[in-house]
């Protein structure tokens, strides 16, 4: 994969670990975070969902990975805030 998307993916997925200290990352996060990804990726592209690859990434620009990034990071605390307790640590 592309270095820029797994990096783009760790740093939202620690900032929000980091200030959501009483559940911190649990395992399936990043399974909430992938479809904010797409949506983004495609937004940014202006691509058809089926021409979305690896080649998409090419015409990014750092700036537009950023805005990505910052989009995923608040719609996934949106998203997490109203289902925050099935992301608490030790719940069954």
Request: include cysteine; charge should be negative; glycine fraction near 10%.
């Amino acid at each position: 994969g592309d270095l820029r998307i797994r990096g783009l993916m760790e740093r939202v997925l620690f900032v929000w670990a980091v200030r959501q200290p009483a559940s911190g990352y649990v395992q399936g996060l990043n399974d909430v975070l992938t479809p904010l990804l797409v949506v983004g990726l495609l937004d940014a592209s202006g691509v058809p969902i089926e021409a979305l690859d690896a080649s998409v990434l090419e015409n990014l620009s750092e700036e537009d990975l950023g805005g990505i990034e910052a989009d995923c990071y608040w719609c996934l605390t949106k998203i997490l805030s109203e289902i925050f307790d099935h992301y608490t640590h030790g719940q069954p």
